[in-house]
C-alpha cells in the first residue's frame, strides 16, 4: 500500500517569503498525486493535481507542484506567501490499481503579516 | 449547488450509544470515501466504496460500519462508540472513469465527534 510523507509540520513565515513543503510517496507504479488545502475550520479542497504530462503543474492561488518521478516526490511552492495562506497542506496519492487515497500527516502553515 | 453534505456537524455521545453520521452528494460520483483526521495523523480512510452495494475496507475501519444502498448516501455506523473514536470526521466524494484513477475528492463540511 502506498504511504506519503511530508515534512516540516509546523512552519511559519513572514508574507511575501517563499514557501515549500516537501512530499514524498512510496509506491513504485504510476500514481495520481494531489495537495489538499484546509483552512481554518474548513473542509479540504483541492490545490492542484498530477495524472500525466507536464510534471509542473499549476493550481490555485499561485501554487504550483512538480513531480519528480527518480525522488518520489511531489512539492508544493509559492513565490510569495499571503497571510491568508494560513492552513493546513496535505499532499495525497493514489495509486493506479487501487481505489485508496493515502494522505499524509499535512503541514500547518502560518503566515505572519 | 454541487456539494457533499454530512449531518450532524457536531455530535456528543456516550460510550457504547449506537449512532450514524450521513453523507449524501448530488454530484452522481460513484466513488464515496470516510476518513477521520486526528491532529498530528492527518487524514486516514476508514472505508470507501466503488459505487452501490460495493464497499471496502480502508487504514482504520476497526469500530466502524458503512452501507452504499442509493449511490448518493453513505452512512457511517458506530455500533458501540468508544472515546478514541472521538474524531473529525470527513465524508468525501468523486467520479472515477476506472478502477484505481480517482479523481479529486469533494469532502464535506466534517463532523466533530465526541464520545465520553
Known amino acids: 500500500a502506498q504511504s506519503v510523507s511530508q515534512h516540516n509540520h509546523h512552519v511559519i513565515l513572514s508574507e511575501a517569503a517563499s514557501l515549500e513543503l516537501g512530499c514524498n510517496y512510496s509506491?513504485?507504479?504510476?500514481?495520481?498525486l494531489f495537495w489538499y488545502v484546509q483552512y481554518p475550520g474548513q473542509h479540504l479542497q483541492l490545490l492542484l493535481k498530477y495524472f500525466s504530462g507536464d510534471p509542473l503543474v499549476k493550481g490555485i492561488k499561485g501554487f504550483e507542484a512538480e513531480f519528480i518521478k527518480s525522488k518520489f516526490s511531489f512539492n508544493l511552492r509559492k513565490p510569495s506567501v499571503q497571510w491568508s495562506d494560513t492552513a493546513e497542506y496535505f499532499c495525497?496519492?493514489?495509486?493506479?490499481?487501487?481505489?485508496?487515497?493515502?494522505f499524509g500527516k499535512g503541514n500547518q502553515v502560518v503566515v505572519i503579516p | 449547488e454541487a456539494q457533499v453534505t454530512q449531518n450532524p456537524r457536531y455530535l456528543i455521545t456516550v460510550t457504547g450509544k449506537k449512532l450514524t453520521v450521513t453523507c449524501s452528494q448530488n454530484m452522481n460520483h460513484e466513488y464515496m470515501s470516510w476518513y477521520r483526521q486526528d491532529p498530528g495523523l492527518g487524514l486516514r480512510q476508514i472505508y470507501y466504496?466503488?459505487?452501490?452495494?460495493?464497499?471496502d475496507k480502508g487504514d482504520v475501519p476497526e469500530g466502524y460500519k458503512v452501507s452504499r444502498k442509493e449511490k448518493r448516501n453513505f452512512p457511517l455506523i458506530l455500533e458501540s462508540p468508544s472515546p478514541n473514536q472521538t474524531s473529525l470526521y470527513f465524508c468525501a466524494s468523486s467520479s472515477t472513469p476506472g478502477t484505481g484513477r480517482l479523481r479529486p475528492l469533494h469532502f464535506g463540511n466534517g463532523t466533530r465527534l465526541t464520545v465520553t
Open positions: 509506491y513504485g507504479g504510476t500514481v495520481n
Open positions: 495525497a496519492v493514489n495509486a493506479r490499481g487501487n481505489n485508496r487515497l493515502a
Open positions: 466504496s466503488m459505487n452501490v452495494e460495493v464497499t
